[in-house]
């Protein structure tokens, strides 16, 4: 939400005052002018070269705008007949800064993982196509409104966090900017707004745009919202008319892409009801098509408010918008587009999917130029994301240069072309940093492994910064430097210095402050040099990192950072200054003054850097023989030294590699060569572990890997192509990976370890293709001569070579069996082999059968999975051809160009793949960017995809079980879910950084292979399926689905049910028998029941339910359920009560009839209580003698269901919080209490006249059955006490006329019940045979009522005639369509309409008369729990957080029209996320405002209108384990589980402070007392789960210190008296005593070690009293029952133990696994006193005398306690136990007196300071006690 001074919109112009250009900048021709339209001045843009003409908001770029509103509105006009650019800069929650651009230059949307570009087509048509995207002569003022939050969501899966700069390029006129929260509808004023009551924002005047009366706004202007509902999937922003006449569309849509309409775009995403027509095949070239048969049409949900359109027709039925994509909860479109730059980032929407292409001259039929090609909502594609990467092989890409250690010398790091690898040594394990689009240039990591620094190759180089241990990006931006070549940190990582070269060649250094980076802040650009001098290397000194050194080619240079500049000095090098060197590392001893610099012609030069002197200078030379001068050891470089490439240095060794290839470790004295490593290639650098132990190597020819000095053993890492990858080919029986590259290799890899296995070189001809032999250890290899060699794996020499080519070998197969090999080549020649046998033969070679001019494809020649078919691209590239895998006889040629009659292109052929078989289909990918499905046996398509790749597809392949098809192109690979015969989702995945060549299925099918610039392998994360048996996959026998999806056209017939509506999938017969009823529930014997629906009863005369039966309803369908029934009509219920109020026990005959209980995973109500029993000894005092009094309650009950209820007319308020009912004045926040229940109460409802509140609560140890309590709501007294049979109430509903009571049961013994609240007696008992979720009563109708469960709806017509009540019962199953497993919430809403959230997300609407559903949508993606309706307008509430305001004004006209309604129902108003799953809800009347309750413990008040949600209890969420108080008494702390310090006001028990520490537990808290210092520099300190103290400022709101003075978990924190020290005790029974203004720890006590220190308290005394010296006295007690009691002087270091008491264990404790704590402190009213409370064998209070030594009273107590306080105002002492019970004990008189209420063990208890107040807490809540009589 944006902040209060954005609210509720803010002008960008006017804040910013652009007219000054003091905190904006213009550039080239920006003028204002007068606007004849607006009439108002306006700013021109203008200039032939938009990047030199501009305004840019803040003036530089170091600045934000800092503006958090979610919509942005740009009023502007472009300028003919040139271009525009908007250019945004977009902060994200992650500090990630993405660019957006519109533009009308961009001819299609392109995106990387922080660059967004949308093309915008100003018009629907021009006559050009080429000038699709210039604005016409007469283009109109437009409002654009961005929405933000979305459009990061949908494109990049990121949270918007604000705007931080625009730029608006030439051409165009620009008005104003406004940002806000709020979603403006610009044709609308507030007067029709008003006057039509219509639920949108009316423009603001100052942003309106004027309209002279008589005319239209649309006429006049535009207005484009983006993201809108229809542009989710749609990646073009478009202009054009709102009325939106056909042809316009047509035009529109011909141009081949897909643009976003105007005002008709508010209509994207709305409920559609389909005829009940027959379904079609294809779709014809007529005007009017009809729409696919669908009678329960589905609704996509609209991530939107409700916008208003007057798109319409003479017809009466809305035009629908050109573009129509649908979204998910997420805004995502079920298209999914990973992206691997960013965590394997969702993209909803890939950049070659904005919308599926047609080519430029086919026609589409009316129907998809009325509807668009995203007509259909598509299904989502799960899991999302489907792939994982798992593991990279290669090095290097820009350069071997970079590989780094780590701290610990357990992984290195190192660049993989654009990905980032963090290789653990020891288990290989990889972990990735992914997000840049171009090869890694440079690394660093700095001293303390907390940032990672990395360069982008490619101009302008892009910088990020990573936080190294959890791969987060937390910065982004851009270096003044156009391409960097190298990075350096200093050793604290507050500095970043880069390298690199600029655009004319100059060498520059650049030094950025990255000091904030890792806080949330930003990189500072701190100073930018250019130099003369050539840098090959750069460092920053790790022992000042104002120091740098750098050396290239004739010096080496000092530089110093000082006052914001770089300066830099050249080392006088005598005679070696024209050297050329190549690295250089400073000496590692702190007191060293050493450089050490090294050159290619083999010179090591030491250089004092203080002095600037070289000190020594060395060379390394080949050793000569002594026969001859030539050396022994070839070299790669000429002149007589070794080239030195790089050295790093350790304390004691200096490691050096060569360009010959060799690794040496020397000492720092180069006496000797102390070992030495030949690697295959040069050396590009050397790298020595922290610890010196190990020396990293890498070299030009892709080698990585480390030399282990003690056991001087060398390890390889990974080896990498050095080249394109250009095929693959993996073993079907073995986890191996053949690869062959443009390096002339081909190596053979192992899957599981990545790690190179062999590898061949060809020097001469270059390999093309590869293939292994299914059986054999083999493969085979194809060369850009025309050979075909055989290779041996276990011999690893050539078996064969074959020559029959004459051209290059464009494919190579094998067939499934191992019979035999297939080759082709660029002249046309297909061969086959006999490989059956080692050495393969030639049996036949065909000339010109293989197309010559084919595309360069991996699949161009592939065989069937059977080893029957061969299929190719041939004779010319428009065929396909099939034959014959033994006698290569031509089965089949299809002609795919003659596929699409009504295109005038030529569509060629380009890759091919078999499909599984049955049902033998072959997929072909085309040159027009589609993928078609052919049937083998007949040639005819089976189906098409197109718009599969923006380009053409040149490797595709399919799983093994046909579910997913694998398409790659360009550097994208997409997997598609061919299972989906309709709306075939994609999720798209990015991070090569060169275009991929192939892709693979692994030969388990748990991975997936893709191969390009280096070898990438993916885990697959869907899991396995298993098919029945004689199932196939892929069969075309029975589409899931029945219309055509996006892009695709189905061309078989859908198989539809008998009653006419399409199957999701072929029916299965049941194989349950019928069940078998018992006698007087059943059917008589022989007796069908074929009757039709009737309002009375039609079942066997005389049939009554028996007491306990199950309960016999009607079925929708013709499957039957055991539990419920055999298939039939109504069946009339006559239930009496039964006796004593509660129903029978069940029948055994009936028992064994019912199948097992069904698993519930809807559990709405957990008790998170303890069961109470109390004893006799529990003394409760009367009313007018407590001494205590509940003053206020903080918490709410999160685990319950609709325990929150709400009268707006009467200002009545209550909620449960454990235990008990609290009644909250809103205004005063006054509250009152009703207790009584024994357990925690699970739902509440208020009767329709407010004046009885019902509450219900679960069993207790002394009663079986629930509670039920009805409660005066005036008085607030209990009317009436009622026990139900169930051990918990799930759900209470009143009937409309408050005469009955409904109940519904829950743990496993659900039953329904009906009281009367005249008599409060028992009407009727009906057990359910499966598990029901939600009951609500008709408000239409008081003898109606609804319960939705477990497959299924029932719906309940009560009549009573007398004391007899007859139930009608009407059960209907969940159609198929719905795709939900169970119902989990009802509302009813406008008669006769029932609506339904179920655990799938969707929300279904009903007909109650008819007892049908109509109508469904999908309005989550988790489960909906709360459903609310209200007129026209309707809430749902998720398990995900999510709270919708949804529009449903038209399901009555849908109802009532059937088919022929209008397609606009349901709109998305507001959404808002809260802290957890929402478990109850209560709104106004007008659903304006109202009050959610969340699983988190928060109850919110939510207000429609301006968007916000509101906190009014909040409690914590977790355990709270302390409470403490400011000596003032005006402020309290407590602390809990969930890591939260929360400081309230005591006066109003409101939230006023929080400090959270994510992931730790906070156990203990202490408030600084008075004598600390001034009362604005209280404290308070905490104790967390990992060790750690922290102390925070009251004052300043900011944590002051932390400390870990303990290895173990924190349970007793107090400060000593002065409030200068601290003492703490952990779980370990260490205390330890720390300075509060040092954060040392000064000395730790271990004399209570081996058991947690469960109490530390600190209190003063005068010096020498007790006859020891200080004036603390301080005690620790134990877990052992051990208390110890010292006398301390911290300023002296003095602490002398006093006293030591020890009691023997309690032999039996009252909770198993839950100890008895030891309690202790000092009594207020006698210093001289210790009060005890937990040790020894009895339960009672012991009072023991310091000055005595021994005890002088005792206490006795019915339980142990688990906690105790005693008040400094009177001698009352409070005892907490682990029963829920609170005793108060006044010490003087000896009165007890006992209080219920609480829901768990009373584990905290405290006093204020002054007694007054009682502070106690069980499990999460937290009680108020007001003292009396104090």
Not at 306 to 325: D, F, I, Y
Not at 477 to 491: A, I
Not at 616 to 641: E, I
Not at 870 to 898: C, H, N
Request: hydrophobic share 40%; aromatic share 8%; proline share 6%.
């Amino acid at each position: 939400m944006a902040r209060a001074w954005q609210h509720p919109f803010l002008s960008v112009f006017r804040h910013f005052k652009v007219d000054e250009w003091k905190r904006s900048a213009k550039e080239g021709d920006v003028a204002t002018v007068m606007d004849k339209t607006l009439k108002c001045t306006v700013y021109r843009v203008r200039g032939s070269v938009s990047a030199s003409n501009y305004i840019q908001l803040p003036r530089t770029g170091t600045q934000s705008l800092g503006l958090t509103g979610r919509y942005l509105y740009v009023l502007f006009r472009p300028l003919p007949p040139r271009h525009f650019v908007i250019h945004l800069d977009v902060f994200t929650e992650d500090s990630q800064v993405i660019r957006v651009s519109f533009s009308s230059l961009f001819k299609e949307f392109k995106s990387t993982a922080t660059w967004l570009q949308f093309p915008f087509i100003c018009e629907a048509g021009t006559p050009r196509k080429d000038a699709a995207g210039v604005p016409p002569t007469g283009a109109r003022w437009t409002c654009l409104q961005l929405d933000l939050h979305d459009l990061l969501l949908v494109y990049l899966n990121r949270r918007y966090g604000h705007l931080k700069s625009i730029r608006l390029c030439a051409s165009l006129l620009v008005r104003n900017l406004y940002t806000s929260d709020l979603c403006f509808d610009p044709a609308v004023t507030a007067p029709e707004a008003r006057r039509a009551k219509l639920p949108v924002t009316p423009m603001p005047r100052e942003m309106a745009f004027p309209v002279p009366k008589g005319q239209s706004w649309h006429d006049r202007y535009v207005h484009i919202r983006f993201p809108s509902d229809s542009s989710k999937g749609v990646s073009t922003l478009g202009q054009k008319n709102g009325s939106l006449p056909e042809a316009g569309l047509s035009a529109l849509c011909s141009t081949g892409s897909a643009a976003l309409s105007s005002t008709a775009a508010f209509l994207g995403h709305v409920p559609r009801l389909l005829p009940h027509s027959a379904p079609f095949n294809k779709p014809t070239q007529s005007c009017r098509v009809p729409s696919a048969p669908r009678p329960l049409p589905e609704i996509s949900m609209s991530c939107e408010r409700l916008e208003v359109s007057s798109v319409g027709g003479p017809s009466g039925r809305g035009q629908e918008p050109s573009a129509w994509a649908e979204a998910t909860d997420k805004c995502v479109n079920s298209t999914n587009v990973h992206v691997s730059a960013h965590e394997l980032a969702v993209v909803p929407v890939a950049p070659e999917d904005v919308a599926p292409h047609e080519p430029p001259c086919r026609e589409q039929s009316g129907q998809q130029a009325a509807l668009g090609k995203n007509r259909f909502q598509q299904r989502s594609f799960l899991p999302d994301p489907i792939l994982r990467l798992k593991g990279v092989i290669g090095f290097g890409g820009h350069s071997t240069r970079w590989a780094l250690w780590t701290k610990d010398g357990a992984a290195v790091v190192y660049p993989c072309h654009a990905v980032i690898v963090m290789l653990h040594v020891d288990t290989r394990q990889q972990r990735f940093f992914l997000g840049h689009t171009d090869k890694v240039s440079a690394l660093a990591l700095d001293g303390s492994n907390s940032l990672l620094a990395s360069a982008q190759a490619r101009a302008p180089s892009m910088l990020r910064l990573w936080d190294f241990q959890t791969g987060a990006c937390l910065s982004l931006f851009r270096s003044p430097v156009h391409v960097v070549c190298s990075l350096s940190f200093s050793d604290s990582g507050a500095l970043l210095c880069g390298t690199g070269k600029d655009r004319h060649g100059r060498t520059v250094v650049v030094a950025w402050d990255t000091a904030q980076v890792g806080r949330g802040g930003e990189a500072v650009l701190l100073t930018k040099v250019h130099t003369d001098a050539d840098i090959q290397a750069f460092k920053v000194a790790f022992f000042d990192e104002t120091r740098m050194a750098s050396c290239g080619r004739g010096g080496v240079r000092l530089w110093r950072l000082r006052r914001g500049g770089l300066r830099s000095c050249a080392v006088d090098l005598g005679e070696h200054h024209a050297l050329e060197f190549t690295d250089l590392a400073f000496g590692q001893d702190l007191d060293s003054c050493t450089l050490y610099v090294c050159g290619r012609s083999g010179h090591i030069l030491e250089i004092d850097h203080q002095h600037m002197a070289v000190r020594r200078a060395r060379r390394l030379l080949p050793t000569q023989t002594p026969s001859g001068p030539l050396p022994k050891r070839q070299t790669f470089s000429s002149g007589p030294g070794i080239a030195i490439s790089s050295l790093s240095v350790s304390q004691v060794t200096c490691a050096v590699g060569s360009e010959d290839g060799y690794l040496r470790l020397w000492p720092l004295d180069f006496s000797s060569v102390l070992l030495e490593a030949e690697h295959e290639g040069p050396i590009s650098s050397v790298c020595v572990s922290p610890d010196g132990l190990r020396v990293l190597s890498t070299t030009s020819s892709g080698h990585l890997g480390f030399l282990d000095v003690p056991s001087r053993e060398y390890s390889v890492l990974m080896r990498s192509h050095t080249a394109l990858v250009l095929a693959l080919a993996t073993k079907c029986r073995q986890e191996h990976l053949a690869t062959v590259s443009q390096d002339h290799t081909v190596r053979v890899w192992d899957l599981v370890t990545l790690q190179q296995l062999y590898d061949f070189t060809s020097p001469k001809e270059a390999p093309r293709a590869v293939a292994f032999h299914p059986t054999q250890p083999t493969f085979f290899c194809g060369f850009s001569g025309g050979a075909v060699c055989s290779f041996s794996l276990e011999a690893t020499e050539v078996l064969v070579e074959h020559r029959c080519h004459r051209g290059a070998v464009t494919g190579l197969a094998t067939s499934p069996d191992g019979s035999f090999l297939f080759s082709s080549c660029s002249r046309g020649s297909l061969a086959q082999y006999d490989c059956a046998a080692t050495q393969c033969r030639v049996l036949r070679v065909a000339a010109n059968v293989v197309c010559q001019d084919a595309h360069m494809s991996p699949n161009a020649l592939v065989v069937s999975g059977d080893s029957r078919l061969l299929a190719f691209v041939g004779p010319s590239k428009y065929t396909v051809t099939i034959m014959d895998t033994a006698s290569l006889d031509e089965l089949l040629r299809v002609d795919i160009s003659a596929l699409d009659g009504t295109s005038s292109r030529l569509d060629s052929a380009v890759a091919v793949c078999f499909g599984p078989a049955p049902p033998g289909h072959l997929l072909v990918s085309t040159s027009s960017n589609t993928v078609v499905v052919l049937d083998t046996t007949s040639g005819r398509m089976v189906r098409e995809l197109s718009g599969v790749h923006p380009t053409a597809c040149p490797s595709l392949a399919l799983s093994r079980d046909g579910r997913f098809l694998l398409t790659a192109a360009d550097r994208a690979i997409k997997v598609w879910d061919y299972l989906m015969q309709a709306n075939l989702g994609c999720q798209v995945y990015i991070g090569h950084s060169e275009p991929v060549q192939a892709v693979a299925f692994s030969p388990n099918q748990q991975q997936l292979l893709s191969v390009g610039d280096a070898i990438f392998l993916w885990d697959i994360l869907a899991p396995n399926e298993r098919l029945p048996p004689g199932s196939v996959r892929g069969s075309p026998g029975a589409p899931p689905a029945c219309e055509a999806g996006p892009g695709m056209r189905q061309l078989e017939d859908t198989v539809s049910g008998a009653d006419g509506l399409p199957r999701w999938q072929v029916p299965v017969p049941s194989q349950a028998s019928p069940p078998r009823l018992g006698p007087c529930a059943g059917l008589p014997e022989g007796g069908d029941d074929d009757e039709g629906p009737s309002e009375e009863s039609h079942g066997p005369k005389g049939l009554r339910q028996a007491s306990g039966s199950a309960l016999l309803v009607k079925e929708a369908d013709r499957v039957v359920d055991a539990a419920c029934g055999a298939a039939g009509d109504s069946w009339g219920l006559s239930m009496p009560p039964h006796p004593c109020g509660q129903p029978s026990a069940q029948s055994p005959r009936r028992a064994r009839a019912q199948p097992a209980a069904h698993p519930d995973s809807c559990e709405p109500f957990m008790s998170q209580g303890k069961a109470s029993s109390l004893a006799k000894s529990v003394s409760s005092p009367p009313a007018s003698s407590e001494r205590l009094h509940l003053k206020a309650v903080v918490g709410y009950s999160g685990n319950g269901r609709a325990n929150v209820v709400w009268r707006p007319d009467t200002g009545f308020f209550a909620y449960t919080c454990g235990r008990l009912v609290v009644v909250e004045d809103l205004h005063s926040g006054a509250q009152q209490h009703w207790l009584g229940h024994p357990e925690e109460i699970s739902t509440l409802a208020l009767s329709h006249d407010a004046q009885v509140l019902a509450s219900a609560s679960g069993h207790s140890s002394t009663a079986s059955c629930g509670q039920i309590r009805l409660w005066e709501v005036p008085g607030g007294s209990c009317r009436q006490l009622i026990s139900h049979r169930d051990p918990t109430v799930r759900a209470l509903a009143f009937s409309p006329d408050d005469r009955l009571l409904i109940t519904l049961g829950y743990d496993g013994d659900c039953t329904l019940a009906l009281w009367s609240m005249s008599t409060y007696e028992l009407l009727s008992s009906t057990r359910l045979p499966e598990p029901v979720h939600g009951v609500a009563f008709n408000p239409w109708h008081a003898g109606e009522l609804a319960c939705v469960g477990q497959g299924a709806i029932t719906l309940w017509l009560l009549q009573q005639r007398g004391a007899d009540v007859s139930l009608q019962v009407h059960r209907e199953r969940i159609p198929e369509e719905v795709r939900a497993g169970k119902l989990t919430s009802l509302c009813y809403g406008a008669m006769p309409l029932l609506y339904c959230g179920s655990d799938t997300g969707q929300v279904c609407v009903w007909d109650t008369r008819a007892c049908r559903c109509f109508l469904a949508w999908e309005a989550d993606n988790s489960e909906i729990g709360v459903l609310l309706c209200s007129g026209v307008r309707l809430v749902s509430g998720s398990d995900s957080g999510r709270l919708r305001l949804w529009a449903v004004e038209a399901m009555l006209e849908l109802r009532r029209k059937g088919s022929g309604a209008r397609s606009s129902s349901v709109f998305m108003e507001r959404e808002l996320t809260l802290d957890g799953a929402i478990v109850s809800a209560v709104f106004h009347d007008s659903m304006d405002m109202g009050v959610a309750g969340s699983v988190a413990g928060t109850l919110w008040y939510i207000n429609w209108a301006e968007g916000t949600s509101t906190h009014l209890i909040s409690g914590h969420r977790s355990k709270v384990n302390e409470v403490a108080f400011s000596p003032s008494e005006s402020h309290c702390a407590t602390c809990s589980d969930d890591g939260s310090v929360r400081v309230w006001s005591l006066a109003s028990m409101e939230l006023v402070i929080q400090f959270q520490v994510l992931n730790q537990s906070c156990l203990c808290l202490a408030w600084s007392p008075p004598s600390c210092g001034r009362p604005e520099q209280q404290q308070v300190a905490a104790g967390y789960s990992d060790g750690t103290l922290r102390v925070f400022s009251i004052s300043r709101t900011a944590m002051e210190l932390k400390m870990r003075p303990h290895l173990a978990a924190l349970t007793a924190i107090a400060f000593s008296a002065d409030g200068q020290t601290i003492l703490s005790g952990d779980k370990d029974g260490l205390v330890a005593v720390s300075r509060l203004c040092t954060g040392m720890t000064l000395r730790v006590l271990s004399d209570q070690r081996g058991a947690p220190i469960s109490t530390i308290q600190s209190t003063s005394k005068e010096d020498g009293d007790f006859g020891v010296e200080g004036t603390d006295l301080w005690l620790a007690a134990s877990g052992d029952q051990r208390v110890s009691i010292w006398a301390s002087d911290w300023p002296q270091g003095h602490c002398e133990l006093m006293d030591w008491l020890s009691f023997p264990a309690p032999a039996l404790m009252e909770a198993p696994g839950c100890p008895v704590p030891s309690l202790a402190a000092f009594c207020p009213w006698d210093g001289a006193l210790l009060v005890c409370a937990g040790l020894g064998v009895h339960r009672e209070v012991i009072f023991y005398s310091l000055r005595h030594k021994q005890v002088v009273e005792k206490i006795p107590l019915p339980f142990f306690a688990v906690s105790l306080s005693l008040s400094p105002g009177a001698r009352l002492m409070a005892i907490g136990f682990a029963e829920c019970v609170l005793r108060l004990v006044d010490c003087t008189s000896g009165a007890v007196q006992d209080f219920a209420g609480h829901n768990d063990s009373v584990r905290l208890c405290r006093f204020t300071p002054a007694g007054r107040l009682l502070f106690t807490a069980a499990h999460r809540e937290i009680l108020v006690w007001e003292v009396t009589g104090c």
